[in-house]
């Protein structure tokens, strides 16, 4: 009875150790693909870090100032749309919402990003609610996915129709499970996602849905209003991307850069990430495959990219790193 009760434990250690493997072989392979781009046009990548080191004296730099006042705006974004969905559990000021949001991203960069996120919102909040607390984390971020479905759809189509890339299988893949997703997304926040949720319960069971239940919670007016909040955000660390690509020297009509980049976060939202140091890798990878089929020079493609994880994730970090040492500090002296 021993043995056949332990057997699943050992089926569930074995699917986790394995998927934990397959995501290590594609971290360190995609890893090893940029690497291997850049080292091809190690002539690009010294050109643009010898212009980064010369300041404000180089005029293309002023594209990084830019990007880098716009992190402020992204993460309190962020702050405001955590705001409207933790209200459901307890009050929340738009000052505890901002240390949530820092040291969810604090946490997350070295560790799996749902457990990092949900750790450090939870620190900030307080451990009475963790159940519920987890479901709002995780319609937190199908909220944002609404905002990366929509901008990728968009983005492939204007790409395919303005470049007659028709021809191309890597985007025209790419449609149905961006379309499906959106719908899903739409289905999951729309007036009938109550008839919904019930119906996805009677197929695959009321245990894999738990953390789904507090999308029935919100009225559809603050589902709207997280939505616009994801959807500006969306634009800001869309346009802090595009700022950065007119530094590395790319130059598209701002039309096709947008629809560029919003193909990018759509393919980096699809492909699955390791969760080491947060999506380092993966966003540069998806970069490489859309902008490659614009005839973009790699190099500096993946320099935009690099700088973009820096600013709007490394450096927020920081200061995330200091909430949570201000706030373990005062829990240890309440103790």
């Given at each position: ?112 990003r749902s457990l990092g996120d949900y750790a450090g919102r939870l620190l900030v909040h307080g451990s009475q609610h963790k159940v519920r607390m987890l479901g709002v984390v995780l319609l937190n971020r199908l909220v944002q996915s609404l905002s990366t479905f929509l901008g990728g759809l968009l983005g492939i189509l204007i790409l395919i129709v ?174």
């Amino acid at each position: 009875m021993q043995v056949s009760s332990l057997s699943p434990l050992k089926k569930t250690s074995l699917a986790k150790k394995l998927t934990v493997a397959a995501k290590l072989l594609l971290f360190v392979g995609i890893l090893l693909f940029l690497l291997a781009k850049l080292w091809q046009h190690e002539a690009s990548w010294h050109s643009m870090l010898a212009q980064l080191a010369r300041g404000w004296h180089s005029p293309a730099n002023g594209w990084v100032g830019l990007a880098l006042l716009l992190v402020p705006l992204n993460w309190l974004l962020e702050a405001l749309k955590w705001q409207v969905l933790v209200r459901r559990i307890q009050a929340a000021s738009l000052g505890s919402s901002c240390q949530a949001v820092l040291a969810g991203l604090s946490l997350g960069l070295l560790t799996p990003r749902s457990l990092g996120d949900y750790a450090g919102r939870l620190l900030v909040h307080g451990s009475q609610h963790k159940v519920r607390m987890l479901g709002v984390v995780l319609l937190n971020r199908l909220v944002q996915s609404l905002s990366t479905f929509l901008g990728g759809l968009l983005g492939i189509l204007i790409l395919i129709v303005t470049l007659g890339l028709w021809q191309s299988q890597e985007l025209v893949w790419l449609l149905l499970p961006s379309l499906l997703g959106l719908l899903a997304l739409l289905g999951l926040m729309g007036p009938l996602r109550q008839r919904l949720l019930l119906r996805l319960q009677q197929w695959v069971g009321e245990k894999w849905l738990r953390w789904l239940t507090p999308l029935t919670e919100y009225s559809v007016r603050e589902l709207l209003l997280v939505n616009a909040w994801g959807l500006l955000r969306y634009g800001v660390f869309s346009f802090q991307f595009v700022c950065l690509l007119w530094w590395a020297g790319i130059v598209l009509p701002l039309g096709l850069l947008l629809a560029g980049v919003a193909a990018t976060f759509l393919i980096k939202t699809l492909v699955p990430a390791f969760n080491l140091l947060s999506d380092l890798g993966v966003r540069e990878f998806s970069a490489l495959l859309i902008f490659s089929l614009l005839e973009q020079p790699q190099a500096e493609v993946v320099a935009a990219s690099l700088l973009l994880w820096f600013l709007n994730i490394c450096l927020p970090s920081l200061a995330g790193l200091g909430v949570v040492l201000q706030l373990r500090r005062k829990l240890a002296l309440s103790e």
